[in-house]
């Protein structure tokens, strides 16, 4: 199996070189491991874990016809325009840039009111 100079399993010299761009980036993912899954199916390369409240799968399109068998996969949800994605060509064009990272939205715990008057102690999201 190949794998970075960060021990992270890549299937392809193109997989390689998203992965060291998400490692470069310092991007939050999950890398998806093809196990038994013949290298002819369409499969998530990897998955951002740093878009906002959703997660955003990077798909790279082999062989250009992709986006027909990533429908009829089972390891791929059927897209939903409100989710982000990516996919890259690498037939067609070089590596395109990443989607952004965005912040999660968040909610704020309410104040824990364990202090004295007037100096509450609060709670403090954990990231």
């Given at each position: ?53 959703s997660l955003c799968p990077l798909c790279i399109d082999r062989d250009h016809y992709s986006a027909a068998l990533l429908l009829a996969d089972f390891t791929v949800p059927t897209p939903n325009p409100d989710i982000p994605s990516w ?41």
């Amino acid at each position: 199996m190949l794998t970075t100079a960060q021990w992270l399993p890549v299937d392809d010299g193109w997989d390689q070189q998203l992965i060291g761009a998400l490692v470069r980036q310092g991007r939050s993912f999950v890398k998806i491991l093809r196990y038994n899954t013949p290298g002819t199916q369409a499969l998530v390369c990897a998955t951002l874990l740093d878009c906002g409240d959703s997660l955003c799968p990077l798909c790279i399109d082999r062989d250009h016809y992709s986006a027909a068998l990533l429908l009829a996969d089972f390891t791929v949800p059927t897209p939903n325009p409100d989710i982000p994605s990516w996919s890259w060509s690498p037939t067609l064009g070089d590596l395109p840039a990443l989607p952004q990272r965005q912040l999660k939205a968040q909610s704020v715990p309410p104040a824990v009111m364990a202090g004295t008057a007037g100096n509450p102690v609060r709670a403090l999201p954990v990231s």
